[in-house]
């Protein structure tokens, strides 16, 4: 974590508006370069609010994905800080108290939650959930227990939503694969790809009705048949799973050399319909 936490840090991350903002103009407020974390860090870019996300750990990334695979989410902001948490008067006793300053600095802790996410309400509201994103084994730690119970009655006060999610509520799989098409969402480094999209659309989802044929197969086809580079095929089936044009079995592995017919492919049309991957909450 961050080597000394004291009030020049603080201030510095206040001025910089660190913490602060909704949507694409949000700043996380601990960023990738200020953690020498044991895990691994990722700066990744966002298309549900077009701009850069800091992730600080492989658990956090495979959240990410399903988050931003979420029709129903409209804002993710990573390492939210609970900036009036001290200006709350939350009720804590005697062995909470020396949670809430640091023991070298005594300056106070800024406690964040791995999320805060904003999703669509039944009546179109917007609501909030705070979750917290830790290996199990970290929960076995009595510190770690002591911190997240501040930060519960803190959201309990707020009355927000507050969950912690651990691997076990997390299905890899399918965050690998939704980051795997995610890749491809954006193909304006495609010219080839964007001159001819609709006509190479209706083509692939023609391909893929024969069940019998691979991936690869299909994929090939397409770039001979309009003289496109080897691997475009490939980027179009991505493209179209992460713009929901296409829906398929996203909890299996892919293998490209398997035939269609294993991933119950089916074509969703124009701006995909609801084919939403549920979150682990």
Do not use: C
């Amino acid at each position: 974590m961050i080597r000394e936490w004291n009030e020049t840090t603080i201030n510095r991350f206040l001025k910089e508006k660190r913490g602060q903002g909704t949507g694409k103009d949000y700043k996380s407020w601990l960023q990738v370069q200020d953690i020498a974390s044991k895990g691994r860090s990722t700066r990744i870019f966002g298309h549900t609010t077009q701009r850069v996300y800091h992730l600080l750990s492989d658990l956090q990334l495979y959240y990410f994905y399903l988050l931003e695979f979420d029709d129903n989410v409209t804002d993710i902001r990573e390492q939210y800080p609970l900036l009036d948490f001290h200006d709350m008067n939350i009720q804590v006793d005697d062995e909470l108290t020396t949670k809430l300053f640091d023991t070298k600095t005594q300056v106070p802790h800024i406690f964040t939650v791995s999320f805060l996410v904003t999703r669509k309400g039944i009546n179109g509201e917007p609501y909030y959930q705070a979750r917290i994103i830790k290996q199990s084994q970290e929960l076995e730690k009595n510190a770690t227990l002591q911190r997240l119970e501040l930060q519960r009655r803190y959201f309990e006060k707020k009355g927000i939503e507050f969950g912690i999610v651990t691997e076990k509520e997390i299905n890899r799989q399918l965050a690998r694969n939704i980051g795997w098409a995610l890749n491809s969402y954006d193909i304006q480094d495609y010219p080839s790809l964007i001159v001819n999209l609709p006509h190479l659309k209706r083509e692939m989802v023609q391909y893929l009705t024969n069940k019998d044929h691979t991936f690869q197969t299909i994929f090939h086809r397409l770039e001979r048949e309009y003289n496109l580079d080897e691997g475009l095929g490939l980027i179009l089936f991505k493209h179209l799973i992460a713009n929901k044009e296409i829906s398929m079995n996203l909890n299996k592995k892919i293998y490209l050399n398997n035939e269609v017919e294993n991933y119950q492919v089916e074509f969703t049309g124009e701006n995909g319909g609801d084919v939403g991957y549920a979150v682990g909450n």
